[in-house]
């Protein structure tokens, strides 16, 4: 943690990243240390508890394409393109996972047994009129109900988008 901390300062001093980057770094790696402290005390006897999703990853036919959906529609940031196969694209409070990486499937791969059916981003100030508006601006055909909406992104994979209210599993 000691080193992390050292590296964010030394990013910040640097001009790498700005105030604000550093402001929810900070903020994000005193919640998943304390997270992870509790996660640990608390652990079962066999095995880990997980405590946050670091990133997804997408195979599909043309990264590209889903690198640029992803960037126009969800406002995710290209953190880091190959110009070849990948494109890891940061959303949330950075250094501390919450990416999407966009990537090219292997031509030798074999079809999945098993499938993530959606993903689903929680989107801040949810406005049911303005959300729908913004989707249909980008020709797409937004489905759902209030608080919760579904959309296609170019190969045909359902993304989610929600408020906190409408998707909480706590309440």
Not at 38 to 60: D, L, M, T
Not at 95 to 120: E, L, M, Q, T, W
Request: some cysteine.
């Amino acid at each position: 943690m000691e080193r992390f901390i050292a590296d964010l300062v030394k990013n910040f001093e640097s001009g790498k990243i700005n105030r604000r980057q550093f402001c929810e770094t900070v903020a994000l790696a005193a919640t998943v240390y304390a997270a992870g402290e509790e996660a640990a005390n608390a652990a079962p006897s066999q095995g880990f508890k997980v405590i946050a999703v670091n990133h997804i990853s997408y195979a599909c036919p043309d990264y590209r394409k889903a690198r640029d959906f992803y960037t126009s529609v969800l406002g995710m940031q290209n953190a880091k393109d190959d110009q070849k196969s990948r494109a890891n694209l940061a959303f949330g409070p950075r250094s501390g996972g919450n990416y999407f990486i966009a990537r090219n499937a292997a031509a030798n791969a074999a079809p999945a047994k098993s499938v993530v059916d959606h993903i689903c981003y929680t989107i801040p100030n949810w406005d049911d009129t303005r959300v729908n508006a913004t989707l249909k601006a980008q020709g797409l055909n937004p489905t759902g109900r209030s608080g919760s909406v579904n959309v296609l992104d170019p190969f045909n994979y359902s993304v989610q988008l929600a408020s906190i209210e409408a998707e909480n599993p706590f309440i």
